[in-house]
């Protein structure tokens, strides 16, 4: 599992809520990404992060935040959760970037 | 878990024989491959990588080749087991440092 913890791994949700996903590692690696997972899209790049407070875009970053306060922490965020949010999502971490990256063992979000 | 892909690609494969997966990727500027296998409900995990220049990495039963002429990269199984069982994707590191995702391909053992 390459030390990537996620939480929740399953949530259902209403149309409309807040909901933020968590990944926490313990291997200090400095970039931490978010992806999500749909059927006949494969991983698509959400956020990503580079460094404590430091974090970019991915190509489907409409509709989410993510913040970055620590090291270990990799917090997403869906402010208003739609039902086209609706997917697996998968944290994934790396030392350097574009070398190997490192897959959590995912959430699942539902939003009803 | 849930199946992550519905309309994939799949391949065959009987139980013993060896499988090829293959991937052609888009950027001829590409410098580094990497295969990653997904089980179902979990996350994908690295399997072998491998930079542009190289042809061919071998791994524990498998082989990755790389063909930059025609932009293709595939992945060999060596003697298929039930465990290999999964969705294999590869995966491209473009110029800017980011990786790109092919869409899977999904490998089925028959005993």
């Known amino acids: 599992d390459a030390g990537i913890t996620q939480s929740p791994r399953h949530k259902v949700t209403e149309t409309g809520t807040p909901v933020t996903l968590r990944c926490h590692q313990t291997?200090?690696?400095?970039?931490m990404y978010w992806y999500r997972q749909d059927p006949g899209h494969g991983l698509r790049l959400i956020h990503y992060?580079?460094?404590?407070?430091?974090?970019d875009k991915g190509e489907v970053s409409d509709g989410y935040s993510v913040s970055r306060s620590k090291t270990e922490d990799f917090l997403l965020t869906l402010e208003s959760a739609t039902s086209s949010q609706t997917s697996v999502y998968f944290c994934?971490?790396?030392?350097?970037?574009?070398?190997?990256?490192?897959f959590g063992e995912g959430s699942w979000l539902t939003v009803v | 878990g849930e199946s992550v892909g519905l309309h994939l690609p799949t391949l065959s494969v009987q139980e013993g024989d060896n499988s090829i997966i293959n991937c052609a990727y888009s950027?001829?500027?590409?410098?580094?491959f990497i295969w990653y296998k997904q089980e179902s409900g979990k996350g994908p995990q690295f399997i072998i990588d491998?930079?542009?220049n190289m042809d061919k990495r071998q791994g524990q039963r498998v082989t990755v080749l790389l063909n930059k002429t025609v932009k293709h990269l595939s992945l060999q199984i060596a003697a298929t087991q039930p465990g290999d069982s999964a969705v294999y994707f590869c995966?491209?590191?473009?110029?800017?440092?980011?990786?790109?995702w092919g869409a899977g391909t999904k490998l089925i053992i028959k005993p």
């Open positions: 491998i930079r542009s």
């Open positions: 995966a491209e590191r473009d110029s800017n440092y980011q990786l790109i």
């Open positions: 994934a971490i790396t030392r350097e970037v574009g070398n190997t990256i490192y």
């Open positions: 950027n001829s500027a590409s410098d580094y």
């Open positions: 992060s580079y460094g404590v407070k430091d974090t």
């Open positions: 291997e200090n690696h400095r970039y």
